[in-house]
């Protein structure tokens, strides 16, 4: 997290990411204009990171120029527009492409497009780095978008919050809400469902178990359940992308939540990026992942227990409860690893009273 003013921002989007959407756009409008030696025209102050990243990449001739609008004030956009300047230079017969950091509501932009439009131009065409679709209300069409973002404020790369930030190499969203996301795992029999009824309560998060998102959206022939439904019924791995939108739109359900407690996912690293890239969608993330670890001859002697009166006959045969355990571990064995890189795993003690054993889970939870 970082500081500016009286803000605090949140990691939103990484220079990798900046990078490749800035190549994108490069190669959509040589591939566009067809060898034309474009005029790339930079709104200030926001887009001169974008304009110098964009030419450097751009492959072919092209010419740059700058104008200077101002249509912010602090986190809001102000609504007003000032006076165009700093085009001297002849714009006729030209393909001109006005370059923005970012566009929301479609003010300035609108503003240039009126101004522009009396230069006889040959072309005139539009590409943002950023884009926010929530907010825009204008009918312009904007010709290339680099990343669409939700309506938040950021900063970085260009971008300012009063002056600060722009220097910075990657962009940052306004933290706005304290949210507590905790990945809750435990092999099998590790009392980890009991455990995480009792800490949304305590903490007042929203409870998702993968198993349980699964069984509505097959029950209810939802359309990602049917998709989810055609893999399993051949005997097939249900796609992360599948499972990943499900969980997607669980979180977007509970809008406004004080945090989630995440049930047997991510199983996967491709899984636990694409959890971290929806809730950095959302201005928050991941506090930590914690782990009831329990010896294996406890579990499968709980197990054994259980299956007396569960009724479920994964829970009756001790092979079949010895391999659940094993597939337990390969997979979170990654993901332990995943976590562990970013100080977010945690082991608890999974023996014990349920009070006992909650209480350690408090005391992790309460530390993040």
């Known amino acids: 997290m970082i500081q500016l003013h009286d803000k605090t921002f949140v990691p939103f989007i990484d220079e990798k990411s900046i990078s490749t959407a800035v190549k994108m756009l490069a190669q959509e409008i040589a591939d566009d204009i067809k060898g ?33 609008l101002a249509s912010y004030e602090g986190t809001t956009t102000s609504g007003k ?15 001109v492409i006005l370059v923005e950091d970012i566009v929301d509501t479609g003010n300035t932009l609108e503003v240039l497009h009126q101004i522009f439009s009396n230069q006889n131009l040959k072309s005139l065409k539009t590409a943002t780095l950023f884009f926010k679709p929530e907010a825009y209300k204008k009918n312009l069409k904007i010709d290339y978008i680099g990343i ?50 009792v800490l949304k309560d305590s903490y007042n998060l929203v409870h998702i178990s993968t198993g349980d998102v699964f069984r509505y959206n097959i029950k209810n022939e939802t359309e990602l359940g049917l998709s989810a439904k055609s893999y399993m019924d051949k005997g097939q791995l249900v796609p992360d992308e599948v499972t990943i939108n499900m969980l997607k739109a ?91 890189k970013e100080n977010k795993y945690f082991g608890v003690d999974g023996v014990g009273s349920i009070e006992e054993i909650t209480e350690r889970l408090k005391k992790v939870i309460d530390g993040l």
């Open 81 to 95: 527009v000032s006076e165009l300047i700093g085009i001297n230079e002849s714009l006729e017969g030209r393909t």
């Open 36 to 68: 034309e030696t474009p005029l790339f025209i930079g709104v200030l102050n926001g887009a001169f990171m974008v304009v110098s990243d964009l030419m450097r990449v751009y492959p072919g001739n092209c010419e740059v120029s700058f104008v200077k």
């Open 250 to 340: 669980e979180v977007e359900k509970n809008e406004g939540a004080n945090g989630f407690i995440f049930d047997g996912f991510p199983r996967t690293e491709a899984q636990a990026k694409a959890l971290d890239k929806l809730l950095n969608f959302k201005n928050t993330q991941v506090n930590g992942m914690v782990a009831l670890e329990v010896d294996d001859e406890v579990l499968v002697k709980r197990l054994l227990e259980r299956g007396k009166t569960s009724g479920r006959p994964d829970d009756a045969d001790e092979s079949i409860i010895r391999n659940r355990i094993k597939v337990y571990y390969d997979e979170t064995a990654i993901l332990k690893g995943y976590y562990q």
């Open 148 to 197: 669409e973002i939700p309506n938040k404020f950021i900063v970085g790369y260009g971008l300012d919050y009063d002056g600060l930030g722009r220097n910075l190499s990657q962009v940052y969203q306004l933290k706005t809400q304290h949210m507590t996301n905790i990945i809750l795992f435990g092999p099998p029999g590790a009392g980890k469902g009991t455990q995480a009824e």
